[in-house]
């Protein structure tokens, strides 16, 4: 395994959407965003199925890094890079 991939990432917040739906995971992620220092990453749960092109599409326009995806059945977990 590569030195990078050892690296752990230092998680400051994590955010619980589940159980929300469109477009109130979305909203949630970008006021928390918005508090957050640049550089802080963060971690969102969501099981609503449009938050996975709804936060990818809202990572891309404002610049947020995704550092990992996942999705187990219903649950997707992001982890959230603020860059700018």
Known sequence: MEEKDQKQIDIKV???TTGLFCPEPLFQVKNLSDKIE?????????DDPAAEEDLTRWAKRTGTKIIKFSKEGDLLTFIFKKLK
């Not at 640049?38 to 969501?46: C, E, P």
């Open 38 to 46: 640049i550089g802080n990453s963060y971690k969102v749960l969501a």
């Open 14 to 16: 994590e955010l619980d």
